[in-house]
């Protein structure tokens, strides 16, 4: 045990969001990051700090594209947690779980080890977490109190912004050397920038810059579940883990949280606040998921 622990805590601002960490010593919980941003290999896969702290969520109505269920809400994060800095791809989902769901990958969507895994319906992602989990405890690469799951909203809107209060984490507009999507930028502009390429399908992770934070493709390039049921409105306060069904749909179904857009959707979609409804037991050729690491 050590005689003394010299946890150096800072409260610093970026933008709109407010961050508190701490830096690691001897006898500190290992669960946590040194700061925002710092890098942690787990089985294969890449995991990226988001500290605690808190943010506002959703986007202003000034916003183009702002739509009625994103009124912006004051969120706390009481916990950091640790984010996968890419979409989960086909070559993970094959050395984790296996086959795979379903429908298998195609050259069609986007096809590769490191090209992101899609056709994943809700159950499937999370079936992904647990056997994640399984094989990192066994490995005691995590803490027995930790788990692998899908983000909830409010961490998945958090870690995408990293520190950002602009539509995207890249400011007011987005292009295609910065996300995978389809459309030339973000908010009408003229032409692609120079170098851009338009896909038509997903591609590999990490073809496009990072945020602050080092995570990928958060905007763009596929779908990503989200661990909360859809509500109208979003969650606030402290920790929101948004596990009531919200209103059901017409057909009397009810549905979880998508974000990030996707490369058939127009950049819009990719925006930071942007949340869609869908039913956990659907999938698509442009919906996966990012896992996060959480300690209970």
């Known amino acids: 045990m050590p005689t003394r622990r010299d946890i150096l805590t800072f409260l610093g601002c970026a933008g709109g ?17 040194t700061r925002a941003g710092a890098t942690r290999d787990i089985e294969g896969v890449r995991f990226c700090w988001c500290p605690p702290g808190r943010f506002t969520m959703g986007s202003p109505a000034s916003e183009p594209g702002h739509r009625p269920d994103e009124a912006p809400v004051e969120v706390t994060l ?9 979409e989960t791809t086909q070559g993970q989902w094959r050395r984790i779980v296996g086959a795979f769901p379903e429908k298998p990958p195609s050259e069609a969507f986007g096809l590769g080890e490191d090209v992101p895994v899609y056709w994943v319906n809700y159950a499937a992602a999370e079936a992904f977490c647990a056997a994640l989990t399984q094989r990192a405890r066994r490995a005691s690469a995590i803490p027995a109190s930790a ?6 909203e409010a961490q998945w809107e958090y870690a995408c912004r990293a520190g950002t209060t602009t539509a995207t984490a890249f400011g007011e507009t987005l292009s295609r050397t910065q996300a995978n999507f389809d459309e030339a930028a973000l908010y009408g502009a003229a032409r692609p920038a120079a170098g851009s390429v338009t896909s038509g399908r997903a591609r590999p992770v990490g073809s496009y810059p990072a945020n602050a934070w080092g995570l990928c493709d958060m905007h763009g390039n596929i779908f990503e579940w989200c661990r909360d049921w859809y509500q109208a409105r979003l969650p606030g306060g402290v920790d929101p883990d948004v596990q ?20 058939n959707d ?3 979609f990719c925006r930071s606040a942007l949340r869609l ?5 659907r999938n698509s050729d442009h919906i996966g998921f990012r896992v996060a690491l959480v300690e209970a």
């Open 147 to 152: 788990a692998f799951r899908l983000p909830t």
């Open 244 to 263: 009531v069904q919200g209103g059901p749909n017409r057909d009397g179904s009810y549905s979880r949280v998508r974000r990030g857009g996707a490369w």
């Open 17 to 33: 969001l407010i961050v508190a960490g701490a830096r690691l010593s001897a006898g500190q919980s290992p669960f946590a990051g």
């Open 277 to 281: 409804r869908y039913e956990p037991e």
């Open 266 to 268: 127009a950049a819009t």
């Open 78 to 86: 009481s916990r950091g947690f640790w984010m996968a800095a890419f």
